[in-house]
């Protein structure tokens, strides 16, 4: 079996910090709930991986990743603040100690922004962050 791509040993490594913290899971409803996709007839909060962008930032003969990911966390129509607890905790969470990936080291993790919106079609808050790292594979 391969090694995963540097984006995917990153999203693990998220999934993994989040789903560790009791916090988070409690505003997520109880389960860290972060999917690829919006999951059929489940109600907010939950969050999403959105976009997502891995560039070579290799130096030294070192392979090195840039990331820049979006994190999105769906809240219930008129509930930004749900979203935006969510959002803020998963920054706390991001600002602490090292997380282990699987084949690459993280050089640097950083929330960059944070922004608040509402899907003009569904009503639903959102609270988007942007989080930035950079990975050295092993």
Partial sequence: MSDPSPLLALRAGLIARFAADTALVSLLGGSARLYDEPPRGAAPVYALFGDAEVRDDSVDGAARHQHRHEIAVIAKPGSVRTALD???RMAALLGAADMPLQSCRLVTLRVS???????????????????EAVTETL
């Fill in 86 to 88: 969510a959002a803020a």
């Fill in 113 to 131: 922004a944070l922004k608040a919106s509402r899907d003009a079609r569904t009503g639903e808050a959102r609270a988007t962050l942007t989080v």
